[in-house]
């Protein structure tokens, strides 16, 4: 049998054997071209569809756009809510493109499941202030402008992000704060209502005569421009403490005027009570001596 394919070989003309394998080669490329050439109009078909997918997912998402800003959406929910709408639409376009070219779902679907468990895993802390960014933007506790109390922060809101929450305090801070933090934490919102109440408690002596004491607060107050009428305000004995007696004052105000009305108070009572005599008192500790030493 070597023999035999030995001779073969030594009588086959090298020419013969090269024009052999270029027609095989021939072939095989004139087979790949015409399974192109017939595949080829689907392939057209799905690229006009991808193309017309997106220009029809770019107006929609405009329109989207335009009809949130429209509405009383917050600026960063609206932003949410285009990208969201955006991506939703790219994906059913690419999903029917697939679709039109008979690509098994069951497989790419398995896949995009495994990879975004994988992602998810990856991202857990990312996707929790994503979901908290979420649930803030729709949910509104509050809004961009607002002073609020967060998570051990107190600030004015800047801007709410998808990941972050970002507070200005009033010391020029600028405080990030995850979202899922946002979400779980207690929140006061001190701009939530038109109005706020300023809480003080003033002490005086127990020498000091209250009724004297008390209307020096009461002019102080009747004086002020910016303490509103009403809700009237409310100055009263509020405790009986080891070496004083408390005054409670309880006074409201708009939210811009707080900080400016509680200064004011401070500052204007203690110089009404220094005007009217009234002793604010020092810590102090009485010491009793029962009797003298022996030998003095």
Known sequence: ????????AANTDPAEAIEDQFEKASGFVVDIGEMVKAA????????????IGILVSKIITKITGKALSRSN????A?????????????VVVIVMVLSFLKVPMSSILTVLGAAGLAVSLALQNCLSNLCG????????????GDIIET????????????????IMTFDGKTVFIPNGKVSEAKIVNYT???????????EISYDTDYDKARAAVLEVISSHKLILKDP??????GAHKESSVSIDTLVWVKNEDYFSARYDMLENVKKAFAENGVAIPFRQVDVHISGEKEGK
């Open 1 to 8: 049998m070597l023999d035999h394919l030995l001779i073969k």
């Open 40 to 51: 080829m109009p689907s392939f057209v078909i799905a690229l006009i569809m991808l193309v």
């Open 73 to 76: 959406v917050d600026n960063a």
């Open 78 to 90: 609206k932003h949410f809510l285009v990208s969201l709408v955006k991506i939703l639409l790219y």
């Open 133 to 144: 960014g979420f649930i803030i933007l729709f949910s509104k506790p509050f809004s961009s």
């Open 151 to 166: 998570d051990g922060s107190v600030g004015t809101v800047k801007t709410i992000g998808i990941l972050y929450t970002k």
């Open 192 to 202: 939530e209502t038109p109005t706020r109440r300023i809480d003080l408690a003033f």
């Open 232 to 237: 009237a305000p409310v100055v009263r004995m």
